[in-house]
T-cell receptor, first 110, second 112 residues
Framework: KNEVEQSPQNLTAQEGEFITINCSYS?????LHWLQQHPGGGIVSLFM???GKKKHGRLIATINIQEKHSSLHITASHPRDSAVYIC????????????FGKGTKLTVNP | NAGVTQTPKFRILKIGQSMTLQCAQD?????MYWYRQDPGMGLKLIYY???????DKGEVPNGYNVSRSTTEDFPLRLELAAPSQTSVYFC???????????FGSGTRLTVV
C-alpha cells in the first residue's frame, strides 16, 4: 500500500462545477503539500498545510490530521484548471523529504 | 529571480552512454532533491542533499550519482544509461524551516 493515496485518479468536469480531490496518507506527517502540474510538465506549489484550511482564489485546501486526510477543492472550475494535482507529505525525521501521491488528472471542459 | 534551473529540457541517449543533468538554484536554499517521474507513478526520490558537501540516497538511487560542491548546484550523473532510466527528471529545492518547495521545469530523458 502506498503511503499517499489520491482519489480519483482521473476527473472530468464541466466548466463551473465544484471539484473535490482527496488525499489519504498512512504515516505521521509534519506537513502536507498540494502541487499542480500542467500539461507542459512544470510543477507549482499550491498549498502547504499542517492543520485546518487554506484558501487562495478559487482553491481551498483542508486537512484532518486525526483522520490522515486532506481535500483540495476548486470552486467555479475553468478549463485553465485542467492539470494534474499532486498530494505530497513530509514525514517527521528531517531532510524535508516529500512522499508523493500518483496525482489526479483533472480535465475541465468548456 | 530564476528559481530552479534545469538543463537540458530534452535528451535522447543511447544505451551505455553517460550524461549529467544540471540543476542550479539562486535562492540560497540548503536542501536540494532529484526526483524521477514515470507514467502513472508518483515522483520518486533519487538523491538529496542537505547542504554543500552532503548528499544521501533516496528511494531509487541505483544507476545515478550526485555531487554538491556548492550551495547553488546539484548535478545528477547517469553512468551507463539503461532503458529503465527513461523518465522525466525534476530537481527541487527548499530552505530548512520554510517548507515551501521550488521545482525545476524538468528534463525529459529517453534511453534507446
Amino acid at each position: 500500500k502506498n503511503e499517499v493515496e489520491q482519489s480519483p485518479q482521473n476527473l472530468t468536469a464541466q466548466e463551473g462545477e465544484f471539484i473535490t480531490i482527496n488525499c489519504s496518507y498512512s504515516v505521521g506527517i509534519s506537513a502536507l503539500h498540494w502541487l499542480q502540474q500542467h500539461p507542459g510538465g512544470g510543477i507549482v506549489s499550491l498549498f502547504m498545510l499542517s492543520s485546518g484550511k487554506k484558501k487562495h482564489g478559487r482553491l481551498i485546501a483542508t486537512i484532518n490530521i486525526q483522520e490522515k486526510h486532506s481535500s483540495l477543492h476548486i470552486t467555479a472550475s475553468h478549463p485553465r484548471d485542467s492539470a494534474v494535482y499532486i498530494c505530497a507529505v513530509r514525514s517527521w525525521g528531517g531532510s524535508e523529504k516529500l512522499v508523493f501521491g500518483k496525482g489526479t488528472k483533472l480535465t475541465v471542459n468548456p | 529571480n530564476a528559481g530552479v534551473t534545469q538543463t537540458p529540457k530534452f535528451r535522447i541517449l543511447k544505451i551505455g552512454q553517460s550524461m549529467t543533468l544540471q540543476c542550479a538554484q539562486d535562492m540560497n536554499h540548503n536542501y536540494m532533491y532529484w526526483y524521477r517521474q514515470d507514467p502513472g507513478m508518483g515522483l520518486k526520490l533519487i538523491y538529496y542533499s542537505v547542504g554543500a558537501g552532503i548528499t544521501d540516497k533516496g528511494e531509487v538511487p541505483n544507476g545515478y550519482n550526485v555531487s554538491r560542491s556548492t550551495t547553488e548546484d546539484f548535478p545528477l550523473r547517469l553512468e551507463l544509461a539503461a532503458p529503465s532510466q527513461t523518465s522525466v527528471y525534476f530537481c527541487a529545492s527548499t530552505l530548512e524551516g520554510v517548507y515551501g518547495y521550488t521545482f525545476g521545469s524538468g528534463t525529459r530523458l529517453t534511453v534507446v
